[in-house]
Structures are given as structure tokens and as C-alpha cells.
């Protein structure tokens, strides 16, 4: 075989392993790891199994705070055709997470028109802890790097191209990110900053492409008019619970704005290579979201980029020379910046790996240019230092791979923190519950979900479970006293004595099952 055939038949038997890599990590113990089924998810399952239940698909889901519904609607469709199981359950983030490596290493391509480099985003994404965490929970925000990378792949592909289609597609891609996650609400400002880029790059752009530009916001506002009419007829569901952790809230900022914005900013910025998220569901505590060596390719990716976008800026305005890299720099640097904004903006445990997950493909994209640099310099030297150089990136590949999947199988999966940050119990119960005779009822007493004064509805498949808050002890009413069980997800000592006297028969028995989790049966 000619070797010209060869390289363009190994880039792409590359990316088909760096796939099939990145469904091993996302799907490898699901049902494990992480530990547990969060409140959170469980709502979302809940929504999902009362959708399929009625027929009422909703735009948005004004539960626990209010959520888009898209991320609900899709897990209804899983349920549907696949059955209720925490798989189903993740089969959404578990696929958005997948086709974004995807995405990454298409737009990296598209951007850059270095297989190589765009290969190298791609595998990073496969493997990132931060990437493959958020894309093994049941969480609505996974959705938005999926819909950023791939509505930017086809509008770069259309500017190549000049073809309407292209930026149809990336126009109905981008609508559709309202219905992912509140964060993205930020993104047209990444639009508007690009099409200033496209206008100082390119002669003539506005006269050459404004029907594509037409195309592509129509098609935007049909994708994101079922939303927008939705907060039009509830204007309460657009302010959700933002304003009550912005930074602009005099509670939160206790009259010191500026100083607050700092310090949240000043947050969201170390959590790449010094301090992470503390938070154990979100991060493994204290270390930075990024490993050592993805972190140091970051900061040389992002401080050449910004070099080259101020340089490529002074001269388009100082000599007015048009260079169309400006546009690529333009998108990592401002798409970067931008989806840093609904971290920093709310002064609520910052720093935070979720709010910033819009950031994720920008900040792979910048770390493989950094390693793309590291083996450019290389091809100026030697035959045989450019072996060695090679055989160095690929041995950083396969370290950082293994350092990840360590990271979160071995240890992060394993540690009674993950445990509790996962409300291991609640997951714990429903297997329980699973595992028991059908008509034996069951009744559930938590305290979870305070912010909506309701329990919070444990993800299991039994739908013959009824739950209570430690207050409301007095409701449960067994048809059968001779066929029932009380479960408590926690130490509700005056609860338990309550029980005990409506129910002497019943023995109280303490649980406690690996990774912290423990709670408490009368039976």
C-alpha cells in the first residue's frame, strides 16, 4: 500500500480507537461508579418516568429549581426503549459525551487543518476526569459541549464551503442549546464576537455571506422557539434560582462587587492547574480539574494563542493586513472567556466544575495546540529527534490516559467522599427496594430537596414506594401491618421513636454498606 494511502487511512483508524476509548470510559462500571444516583438525577428520572407515564413532554421542568427539558425528554425516550435502569438512566451524557470527542476532533480539523493536533483534542476529551466524570451522571449540562462543538464545526465548515446547508445545520444546532443548560444562555456573545472576526479577516464577508447569515439565525430561532415562547409565557422560569447567587445580589457581594467579582474570577481560572472544584461530585478534591500534564499544555496553548490573536489583531488594525487565523484564535480565546462567565458570576461554590463545563472543548482544543507546538518545534530538527520526540508525545498520551482512568476508577470511585457527595444510601435503598417481594410496601422518610419542602424521590424502579419527610411520620398508613418497611435515609432519631410507637412490632435496624453508605430500616 502507497504510504500517501497510509497516512490518510491512520489518522482515521486513530480516531476510531480514540472513540472506542472514549465509550469504554464512559460506560465502564456505570452502574458503580460514580457511587451513587444523585437527588438531582433522581429528579431527572423521575420527570422523565412521569413524562412517558402522561404524555406531557415539557419544554421545561419547573421542579428542583426549574431545568430544560431537553435532557429529560431524551432519558423519557431511553426509558421507553430500553426500560427504567440507572444505564438508560445515563445513556443520554453517556452518548452527548462520546459524539463530543467526536465533535472535537472534526472542529480541531476544521480550525486548524491539522489531523494530528485535532486527534490529540480529541483522545485528551476521551480521557479527561473532568470530561468523563460529567458524561457518567444524568446531569442536563452535559448536553452543552456537545451542542457548542458541533453547531461551531458546521458554521467553520460552511465559511469553507460557502454552502447553506452547513449553516442551517449549525444554526438548528445552536438553537437547540437553550433546551440544554442555563449556562448557555451566554453563548450568543461568542456568535457576535465572531462574526466581528469574520468581518476584520475577510474582504467583503457581510456582502458574501448575509443570506448564510440570515439562514443561519432563522434556523437558530426555530430550533429555540419552543423555549423562548416558554419563558415568554413564564417569565419565572428565565430568572430560575441565578439571582439568587449572582454576584450582583448585595446579599451575596455584602456591597463589595468589585472584590467579589475578583475573587470568583480569580477562582475559576486556578481550578485548570492549581485549586479544583471541592466539591467531590464535581472534582477529586483539592486537585486542579486538568492532570499535570494537560494542565501545562493548557497554559502554553492559551498564552500562544492570546500572543498570536494580539499580533494578528495589530495587524489587521495597524496595517490593515487580513490573515483568516484570526477567526480560530478569536473563537478559543472568546469562547473560553465567555463560558467562564456563569462560574464567576455566581459566588456559590466556586470554584465549580459544572458551570464552567461550556468551557471543556475550548480548553482541550488550547492543551492539544499546546502539545501540536511542543511536536512542531521537533520537525525542525533531526530525523531522529523527531522519533524521539514522537515517541515522547506518544508516551504522554498513554501516561495521561492511564493517569486518568486511575484517577477515576481506581481511587475517585472508591473514596468514602465520593460515597456521600453521591448520596450512596439513596441509590443503596432502591436496590433494596428492588430486591424485596412487590407487594411488600414501602415507605421512604428522607429529608432531602429542602429548597422545594417535599422529599425527594429515590431512583428505583418500583413505582409502589411513598415518601415522606421525617415531619410527616404520622401520614404513613400500611394497608397490610403485617407487609411493610420503613426506610430512613438518615438519623431521624425523633422520627424513628414516632414510628416505634405507632409500630411496636417493627425492629429498627442500622445499615451500613461500603463507601459511607448508611441508613435505617423498620421491618
Known amino acids: 500500500m502507497p504510504k500517501s494511502k497510509n497516512k490518510k487511512i491512520l489518522p482515521f483508524i486513530i480516531l476510531i480507537l480514540i472513540m472506542a476509548l472514549a465509550v469504554f470510559f464512559r460506560t465502564y462500571h456505570i452502574n458503580t461508579a460514580p457511587p451513587g444516583i444523585y437527588p438531582d438525577e433522581a429528579v431527572n428520572a423521575q420527570d422523565a418516568i412521569n413524562a412517558n407515564a402522561s404524555g406531557h413532554y415539557q419544554w421545561f421542568y419547573a421542579a428542583n429549581n426549574g431545568r430544560e427539558g431537553l435532557e429529560m425528554n431524551l432519558t423519557a425516550l431511553a426509558f421507553k426503549l430500553f426500560g427504567i435502569s440507572i444505564f438508560s438512566l445515563k445513556l443520554t451524557d453517556m452518548i452527548a459525551g462520546t459524539l463530543t470527542v467526536l465533535g472535537m476532533y472534526l472542529l480541531t480539523n476544521e480550525l486548524f487543518d491539522k489531523k494530528r493536533m485535532a486527534l490529540i483534542a480529541a483522545f485528551l476529551t476521551a480521557v479527561s476526569f473532568w470530561a468523563v466524570n460529567f458524561s457518567r451522571m444524568a446531569f442536563r449540562a452535559n448536553l452543552l459541549p456537545t451542542v457548542l462543538v458541533f453547531s461551531f464545526y458546521f458554521l467553520f465548515r460552511g465559511i469553507r464551503t460557502r454552502k447553506f446547508l452547513d449553516f442551517a445545520i449549525s444554526g438548528f444546532i445552536f438553537g437547540i442549546g437553550v433546551h440544554t443548560y442555563i449556562a448557555f444562555r451566554i453563548a450568543p456573545a461568542i456568535m457576535v464576537a465572531l462574526l466581528l472576526s469574520f468581518v476584520l479577516s475577510r474582504k467583503n464577508f457581510l456582502k458574501e455571506y448575509w443570506k448564510h447569515i440570515i439562514i443561519f439565525i432563522f434556523l437558530t430561532f426555530i430550533s429555540a422557539a419552543p423555549m423562548l415562547y416558554t419563558f415568554y409565557a413564564h417569565p419565572e422560569y428565565f430568572s430560575s434560582r441565578t439571582s439568587e447567587i449572582s454576584v450582583f445580589n448585595s446579599a451575596v457581594n455584602h456591597g463589595h462587587l468589585v472584590t467579589t467579582i475578583l475573587k470568583t474570577f480569580g477562582l475559576s481560572l486556578l481550578k485548570y492547574n492549581f485549586i479544583g472544584d471541592q466539591n467531590w461530585r464535581q472534582n477529586f478534591p483539592p486537585y486542579p480539574i486538568l492532570d499535570p500534564l494537560t494542565g501545562l499544555a493548557f497554559l502554553l496553548g492559551i498564552i500562544y494563542v492570546a500572543m498570536e ?35 464567576f458570576l455566581a459566588d456559590e461554590g466556586n470554584p465549580h466544575a459544572l458551570r464552567s463545563i461550556g468551557t471543556l472543548p475550548a480548553v482541550m482544543i488550547l492543551a492539544a495546540m499546546g502539545f501540536e507546538l511542543f511536536l512542531e518545534r521537533s520537525e525542525k530538527s533531526s530525523r531522529f529527534f523527531k522519533k524521539i520526540m514522537a515517541t515522547i508525545l506518544i508516551a504522554m498520551m498513554l501516561s495521561i490516559g492511564i493517569f486518568n482512568y486511575v484517577k477515576y476508577f481506581v481511587v475517585w470511585a472508591n473514596k468514602d467522599a465520593a460515597g456521600y457527595a453521591f448520596d450512596k444510601n439513596l441509590t443503596d435503598i432502591a436496590r433494596k427496594i428492588q430486591s424485596m417481594p412487590r407487594q411488600e410496601e414501602k415507605f421512604v422518610v428522607t429529608s432531602y430537596n429542602t429548597l422545594e419542602n417535599e422529599p425527594i424521590r429515590i431512583f428505583t424502579l418500583n413505582d409502589d414506594v411513598n415518601f415522606y419527610l421525617p415531619n410527616q411520620t404520622d401520614q404513613i398508613a400500611p394497608r397490610d401491618p403485617k407487609s411493610f418497611a420503613i426506610f430512613l435515609t438518615g438519623n431521624y432519631q425523633d422520627a424513628a421513636v414516632a414510628l416505634k410507637q405507632r409500630f411496636p412490632q417493627l425492629s429498627l435496624q442500622e445499615v451500613n454498606n461500603s463507601l459511607g453508605s448508611v441508613y435505617y430500616i423498620l421491618k
Open 309 to 343: 490573536l494580539v499580533r494578528l489583531s495589530a495587524l489587521r488594525l495597524a496595517h490593515k493586513i487580513k490573515d483568516v487565523r484570526l477567526d480560530a484564535y478569536v473563537l478559543l480565546i472568546v469562547w473560553f472567556f465567555v463560558m467562564l462567565v456563569p462560574e
